[in-house]
C-alpha cells in the first residue's frame, strides 16, 4: 500500500487511490508510524487523514 497511494497519484489511477485510502484508515496504527509513510507528500498525509476522519464521523 505504502507505493500503491503514491503510484496512484502519480499516474493517476483513480480505482487503486480509492482501495489504498480505504486501506490506509482500516489500518492506520500500522501504516502512520512507519519511516516510509512519514516521508511522503503532505498531499498524501492529508488524503489518508482525511479518509480516517470521514470513516470516524457516525
Known amino acids: 500500500m505504502k507505493d500503491g ?3 496512484s497519484n ?3 489511477l483513480s480505482n487503486l487511490r480509492e482501495k489504498c485510502l480505504k ?5 492506520f496504527k500500522q501504516l502512520w ?7 511522503q507528500r503532505k498531499e498524501i498525509h492529508e488524503e489518508c487523514y482525511n479518509t480516517v476522519a470521514s470513516a470516524l464521523v457516525v
Do not use: D, G, V
Request: aromatic share 22%; net charge positive; charged share 15%.
Open 33 to 39: 508510524a512507519t519511516k516510509k509513510f512519514c516521508m
Open 5 to 7: 497511494l503514491y503510484l
Open 23 to 27: 486501506w490506509s484508515a482500516k489500518h
Open 10 to 12: 502519480l499516474f493517476n
